[in-house]
Structure formats: structure tokens, C-alpha cells
Nanobody, 124 residues
Framework: QVQLVESGGGLVQGGGSVKLSCVGSGSIFSTWLMGWFRQAPGKEREFVAAIDRGGFNTYYGDSVQGRFTLSRDNAKSAVYLQMSSLGPDDTGVYYC?????????????????WGQGTQVTVST
């Protein structure tokens, strides 16, 4: 299993940027495909982005394509979500997750382990 801890959230001005981090422990990090989801109050958990085990390929949700960039550093057991051009619709709790999936896991139940989440609030 793997334990995941997110950090980097907070209050961000509309149009601004923020970088989220997720550090894993308890398992060989490079064996996990990593993803990010977000959840706004009263809404379902939404897929944001995923990155393959080697960090060579990424997949983004339509709402963040071109604005967010996901990367990973397996030597540091970490993934990073760089978020730019933020708007109010980007507000929510952002979760890091690890998956054994062999394709592109786009649904929450495709993931095996989750972090506790970090709040991102975009002000207007």
C-alpha cells in the first residue's frame, strides 16, 4: 500500500497560479500510476489529471486541459500539479490518488489509495 499526503492548497486570486504537491510513502512510488481529482461542495469527485508510472505521458480532464500541468519525480516519491489561469470553477478539495490500473484511470473507483485532500479556493 501507499500513503499519500497533499500540500500546496490555499486561497488564490482569480487568474493566478498554484502548485500542489503529493508525496507518497510505504511503497515503491514508481509502480503506481498517479492521478488528481477535485471535489466542489455538492458535486461529484471530478477527474483532473493522471500521469503514467515513468512520468512520460499525461492525461487531462477537458476542463483543465491547457491550464494544468502534471509531473512526477519518482526519486522524491512525489507528483506535482501546476495550476494556472485559475477561475472560481477550480475551487474545491484536490485529492491525490494512486492506481494499479494499466490504462488511463479516469474514475475514482479506478484508484486504490487516496490522500486526505488539500483545499484550493479561487477568489473572484
Amino acid at each position: 500500500q501507499v500513503q499519500l499526503v497533499e500540500s500546496g492548497g490555499g486561497l488564490v486570486q482569480g487568474g493566478g497560479s498554484v502548485k500542489l504537491s503529493c508525496v507518497g510513502s510505504g511503497s515503491i512510488f514508481s509502480t503506481w500510476l498517479m492521478g488528481w481529482f477535485r471535489q466542489a461542495p455538492g458535486k461529484e469527485r471530478e477527474f483532473v489529471a493522471a500521469i503514467d508510472r515513468g512520468g512520460f505521458n499525461t492525461y487531462y480532464g477537458d476542463s483543465v486541459q491547457g491550464r494544468f500541468t502534471l509531473s512526477r519525480d519518482n526519486a522524491k516519491s512525489a507528483v506535482y500539479l501546476q495550476m494556472s489561469s485559475l477561475g472560481p470553477d477550480d475551487t474545491g478539495v484536490y485529492y491525490c490518488a494512486a492506481s494499479r490500473f494499466t490504462g488511463w484511470p479516469l474514475r475514482p473507483y479506478d484508484y486504490d489509495y487516496w490522500g486526505q485532500g488539500t483545499q484550493v479556493t479561487v477568489s473572484t
